[in-house]
């Protein structure tokens, strides 16, 4: 890269560090560089087009440190912890270089011999020596005594609801480890086809077409398990969020593709296509629409539209919505034998029609040909699906809570501090006027969910669903070729994520002023970056609504919630005192009018990219 001395950027990037970071990859070897920037018709690109050195010499944010993030700690904890044995002498630490070697060790838990169990018996026998080694890198106002009590559990086997240390690796290793077998056992099957298919003696096109159609699964199942195997013991722990990550502050979800390229030389027994496969992470945030179930993703010049999901890994789950508010619960006895909804009161908790069956997104497949799957860039914008949301957010009775509201005026304003809460996001699908209709969180939703095979995981389109093509499945799946077809899931796709909030009563109860809320939110995080002086990236906010008895009217809050798991005590610091977040607010009140946006007669526009339009992304 050093020979580079052009960069060309499609499009204008989000801030000035990123444009910083694209164009410096250019005029490293000769310290001069060409860089030019392609500015679309999005309000975003269009303004710093006119004001071009608002990008290219504005502010950089710098991101933000989060020593008393559980999550964080645990993470470091684990690193600390693996440095601490491989520097042992005798016996001397054996830290596979590639995973298959630790998914050997942990499908045969009867002998428990080698990594990760030799780790975990160095861990156990010096666990008070490893805890006080780490906490003492720290100064003594670093980390809060909640942060030192909490790592300590982690470290005893009682972390930040996941379990411990021993806990959190062996679920990872054990979940890969199921991933590979049930990989094994499909590759069995379709060698078994494979078999039974050559046995016949009368060949026709339709066998050869099904026998080359079994050989592009078998390549594929098979450069899939080569790819775990082969995968860095050191890059899976980072992946998983096992050691620390810096891409992904939460658990990501993983795209296998699965590419089928034409052979130079086809052979008999190899077929015309030769099979490679690719993996990508992306955050479980962005990954509910960018990889839900017939999406297309777009990545290394490719378009790759997503045909499965990884049932082995997120098993079919069934939980109980609320018809009037946010709240969800799994679906059990508690859930049963309730009358009405645990958080709003709402008495029609018993229809039948909120018991809905959600996927826990973690890995989906996208299977194509190498022609088809290229990107050739011959639209100007790339397709974008849209997809109906639900947001629930659940304060556990144990939470810490502190509250203040302001007093003696006539708009209602308060926050509360949430030491402890859950916010699920769940992708519905998209609208079909053949969906029925049905009532949740206050709003009348057509969505139908995603249509799956429960067993194998395969796409079906609408069509296939109500009978009028095709069912897709897996060639290794039971239900293909079936007599009689067994029934399809429709599903909707969920995220969660445990983290500190605070949660603010906003002024408004009506459902027209949407505009002035959102408003309101950007403000807010215009003020936030003020006061901590650098990148608020983790935090993110989402509107939850409550219904008020006796009426029509709906009582709404902004949840400012963590990115990271556990939180980063921003938020906590933050509402330490209600003088802080009242400070917040003045600043963002004051940059607002200082703007030039609002002091000069021809800026023209109500609100710019220097201000409030900062936060637009969001």
């Given amino acids: 890269i050093g020979d580079l001395s052009t960069v060309?950027?499609?499009?204008?990037?989000?801030?000035?560090?990123?444009?910083?970071?694209?164009?410096?990859?250019?005029?490293?070897?000769?310290?001069?560089?060409?860089?030019?920037?392609?500015?679309?018709?999005?309000?975003?690109?269009?303004?710093?087009?006119?004001?071009?050195?608002?990008?290219?010499?504005?502010?950089?944010?710098?991101?933000?440190?989060?020593?008393?993030?559980?999550?964080?700690?645990?993470?470091?904890?684990?690193?600390?912890?693996?440095?601490?044995?491989?520097?042992?002498?005798?016996?001397?630490?054996?830290?596979?270089?590639?995973?298959?070697?630790?998914l050997d060790v942990v499908s045969d838990p009867e002998h428990k011999k080698g990594f990760p169990f030799d780790f975990f018996d160095f861990t156990e026998a010096r666990l008070d020596i490893l805890i006080k080694g780490f906490l003492d890198l720290f100064g003594p106002e670093e980390l809060t005594p909640d942060s030192r009590a909490a790592l300590e559990r982690f470290g005893r086997g009682d972390g930040s609801g996941e379990g411990g240390l021993a806990e959190k690796i062996l679920r990872r290793l054990n979940r890969l480890a199921l991933e590979r077998d049930d990989l094994r056992k499909r590759l069995q099957k379709v060698g078994s086809a494979m078999r039974k298919n050559r046995d016949i003696a009368a060949r026709d096109e339709a066998l050869e077409a099904e026998l080359e159609e079994l050989r592009q699964a078998r390549d594929g199942i098979y450069e899939m398990q080569k790819q775990i195997n082969g995968k860095l013991t050191l890059n899976f722990f980072t992946d998983e969020g096992l050691l620390p990550n810096y891409a992904f502050p939460e658990e990501g979800v993983e795209l296998r593709s699965v590419i089928l390229k034409t052979r130079e030389k086809p052979t008999a027994e190899g077929g015309k296509f030769k099979a490679v496969s690719y993996e990508y992470i992306r955050p479980a945030a962005s990954a509910l629409t960018e990889l839900a179930p017939g999406n297309s993703f777009y990545v290394e010049g490719r378009c790759l539209k997503i045909d499965q999901v990884g049932m082995n890994v997120s098993p079919i789950e069934t939980w109980h919505f609320c018809d009037a508010c946010g709240y969800m619960e799994r679906a059990g006895d508690l859930a049963s034998v309730r009358t009405e909804c645990p958080s709003c009161g709402s008495p029609n908790w018993s229809d039948g029609s909120l018991k809905r069956e959600l996927v826990r997104l973690r890995q989906v497949v996208s299977t194509s040909f190498d022609r088809s799957s290229r990107?050739?860039?011959?639209?100007?914008?790339?397709?974008?699906?849209?997809?109906?949301?639900?947001?629930?957010?659940?304060?556990?009775?144990?939470?810490?809570?502190?509250?203040?509201?302001?007093?003696?005026?006539?708009?209602?304003?308060?926050?509360?501090?949430?030491?402890?809460?859950?916010?699920?996001?769940?992708?519905?699908?998209?609208?079909?006027?053949?969906?029925?209709?049905?009532?949740?969180?206050?709003?009348?939703?057509?969505?139908?969910?995603?249509?799956?095979?429960?067993?194998?995981?395969?796409?079906?389109?609408?069509?296939?669903?109500?009978?009028?093509?095709?069912?897709?499945?897996?060639?290794s799946c039971r239900r293909r070729g079936a007599a009689v077809p067994a029934p399809l899931k429709a599903v909707f796709l969920y995220r969660e994520l445990q983290s500190e909030a605070i949660r603010v009563l906003l002024p408004s109860s009506s459902a027209d002023e949407d505009s002035a809320m959102a408003s309101f939110v950007a403000a807010l995080h215009l003020g936030l970056r003020l006061h901590f002086e650098g990148s608020?990236?983790?935090?993110?906010?989402?509107?939850?609504?409550?219904?008020?008895?006796?009426?029509?009217?709906?009582?709404?809050?902004?949840?400012?919630?963590?990115?990271?798991?556990?939180?980063t005590g921003y938020l906590k610091q933050l509402s330490r005192e209600p003088a802080n977040f009242l400070e917040v607010l003045r600043k963002a009140l004051k940059h607002l009018t200082d703007c030039e946006c609002a002091t000069k007669s021809d800026h023209g526009t109500d609100g710019c990219h220097r201000c409030i339009l900062q936060a637009r992304h969001r």
């Avoid at 000769?30 to 690109?45: F, R, W």
Wanted: with cysteine; net charge negative; hydrophobic share 35%.
């Fill in 8 to 102: 060309i950027l499609c499009t204008v990037p989000p801030a000035t560090s990123n444009y910083v970071q694209r164009v410096g990859r250019a005029g490293g070897k000769e310290g001069a560089a060409v860089s030019l920037t392609i500015a679309s018709a999005q309000p975003h690109d269009l303004y710093f087009f006119e004001l071009p050195e608002d990008m290219m010499a504005g502010e950089i944010r710098p991101p933000g440190t989060f020593l008393d993030a559980p999550a964080v700690l645990e993470r470091q904890f684990t690193a600390f912890c693996l440095d601490r044995w491989s520097e042992q002498s005798n016996p001397k630490p054996v830290l596979p270089h590639k995973i298959d070697a630790a």
């Fill in 375 to 475: 990107s050739l860039d011959d639209k100007e914008q790339r397709e974008t699906q849209f997809y109906n949301r639900h947001e629930s957010v659940v304060i556990p009775e144990d939470a810490e809570r502190r509250a203040y509201q302001i007093r003696e005026t006539q708009i209602p304003f308060g926050f509360e501090f949430l030491g402890k809460s859950t916010l699920r996001v769940v992708n519905l699908g998209q609208d079909f006027d053949s969906s029925e209709s049905f009532r949740l969180g206050g709003r009348d939703v057509a969505s139908g969910g995603f249509v799956l095979c429960p067993e194998c995981g395969k796409v079906q389109t609408r069509k296939a669903a109500r009978g009028e093509e095709e069912l897709k499945h897996d060639l």
């Fill in 536 to 567: 608020i990236e983790h935090l993110r906010g989402c509107v939850d609504e409550q219904p008020i008895p006796g009426t029509s009217l709906r009582r709404k809050y902004l949840v400012l919630y963590d990115q990271v798991p556990g939180g």
